[in-house]
């Protein structure tokens, strides 16, 4: 059962050489097109900087704070029959691992520092990709997801993980997802988020883009912030060869600028794609050594303030309903239950056949 | 990386229609004790290739485990200790898991297998 998707993404906009960034100058239809057949396999380059690169500099840091254990996940796991083999996707520093001692886990994380800190712990783990699980089919007893589809920044991606946890387990086996919600307990937590469309106009008026950064390069203010948003990640995407959403743009010999207004779950102009600090102390910061080049790159920022490297990690948060919709693809898994639990939706799959 | 774990593991190259079981070059294996629970070892026997495992055993440098094998072999003590022992542990430190149909070789470093695709692999 494995699905090789090529996900065949035509780009539906030209752009000339010396386009300006956050604007688009020409919409054609499909017989101009950019196109291009990418795997939904393949890492977004959003992803390798502001997950990958971002975990693997503050790995130690964040397994330090990575201690507490939820109490739904907890019974979940709990529950489960003694003897059996879990497989834990997106483990992190192991948190989870050898939770129920009569159980076997087996971790995954996409980065290797983090998987050293479960090793150095007796687990048994490997380097691996959650999109693509280098796992037989039908072989665990039951699978977790604990806050890992939330870093996945297309909606492609983000089933494709699901069609994996669903894939790796045995007919019966459950499956919990957990991922953080739009609707934030403590609202006051978001105003520290920078949504992402701000974020990326600074990306590509960065370090090594065509222009140089300054505060004059900032003159998108009278385009709407959906159109913004989008083009930047058009523009971000046609260098990664990843058109996925824009695929999904619905009417395409629309040339206002609302061409990028698609259905409320798909874009970024629906308030759920953020840039979520890290604030790395600098005597940690010394000791990992990645952020010296995060800061040159521009990955990452310095707080004097506060005596911190700020990183910051891309989230799509998810609404409520979001995870019943990926799943409602899904032929042969189940939602047995849903709840919100501390910001987070949770869900637990049966595999069915 | 335990054989519990190898039994599992499949390459998942672009593709590939059969990637398992992965071959295993093993440069360095360690022995560590754990206790047993026969209960599980009945669970697990009955998800393992036994073919794959046997040969994976071999591999590590462990020839105790009878070739063939059916639900009464799980009787025997004898049998449920040797099974244990190569299921569980013996730990490849060092060494590499090959793709059966590319040669790829996925690196085994302090017991930690690394499975990522390369781009062009996806």
């Known amino acids: 059962m494995k699905n090789m998707n090529a996900e065949v993404a035509s780009s539906l906009y030209t752009f000339s050489s010396n386009a300006e960034p956050g604007s688009i100058d020409s919409v054609s239809g499909s017989e101009n097109s950019y196109t291009s057949s990418v795997s939904v396999k393949s890492t977004p380059e959003i992803e390798k900087k502001y997950v990958h690169n971002v975990y693997d500099a503050i790995a130690p840091h964040f397994s330090s704070t990575r201690f507490a254990k939820w109490p739904k996940v907890a019974s979940f796991l709990s529950s489960l029959p003694a003897g059996s083999l879990i497989l834990d996707a997106g483990c992190g520093n192991g948190k989870y691992l050898g939770f129920n001692r009569d159980c076997f886990f087996i971790g995954c994380d996409i980065s290797p520092p983090l998987i050293k800190i479960c090793a150095d712990r007796g687990h048994e783990v490997l380097v691996a990709d959650a999109v693509n699980l280098p796992y037989r089919t039908d072989f665990g007893d039951a699978a977790m997801s604990i806050a890992v589809l939330h870093h996945l920044s297309t909606e492609n991606r983000r089933r494709k993980a699901i069609e994996e946890l669903v894939r790796v387990v045995k007919r019966g086996g459950f499956v919990l997802i957990t991922v953080w919600a739009v609707e934030q307990e403590d609202k006051s937590l978001i105003s520290k988020w920078t949504p992402l469309a701000e974020r990326y106009v600074e990306e590509w008026i960065g370090p090594g883009s065509p222009r140089a950064r300054s505060p004059s390069s900032i003159t998108l203010e009278s385009i709407p912030e959906c159109e913004l948003s989008g083009s930047g990640e058009q523009l971000e995407v046609s260098q990664e060869h990843s058109t996925e959403d824009i695929q999904e743009t619905p009417d395409l010999t629309n040339q206002n600028q609302n061409v990028l207004d698609v259905e409320d779950d798909k874009n970024m102009n629906n308030k759920q794609e953020y840039f979520v600090p890290w604030h790395l102390p600098y005597h940690r910061a010394e000791i990992s050594g990645a952020s010296a080049h995060a800061l040159a790159t521009g990955l990452a920022t310095k707080d004097d303030k506060k005596g911190a490297v700020v990183y910051n990690r891309y989230y799509h948060v998810f609404r409520e309903g979001e995870l019943e919709r990926l799943i409602s693809g899904i032929n042969n898994a189940k939602v047995v239950e849903r709840f919100y639990d501390k910001s987070n939706w949770c869900i637990i799959l049966e595999k069915t056949l | ?122």
């Open chain 2, 1 to 122: 990386m335990r054989l519990l774990t190898h039994n599992m593991l499949s390459s998942n190259i672009k593709g590939v229609t059969n990637g398992f079981p992965l071959r295993i070059e093993a440069e360095k294996v360690v022995e560590k004790t754990v206790e047993m629970n026969a209960d599980f070892l009945k669970k697990m026997f009955e998800k393992i290739q036994w073919k794959a495992f046997i040969d994976a055993s071999r591999a590590m440098g462990y020839t105790e485990l009878p070739e063939e094998v059916d639900p009464t072999t799980l009787e025997s003590d004898e049998f449920l200790s040797k099974f244990h022992h190569a299921l569980l542990e013996l730990h490849l430190e060092e060494g590499a898991l090959v793709c059966p149909e590319t040669g790829r070789r996925f690196p085994v470093n302090k017991g930690i297998p690394n499975m990522l695709l390369h781009e062009d692999e996806v």
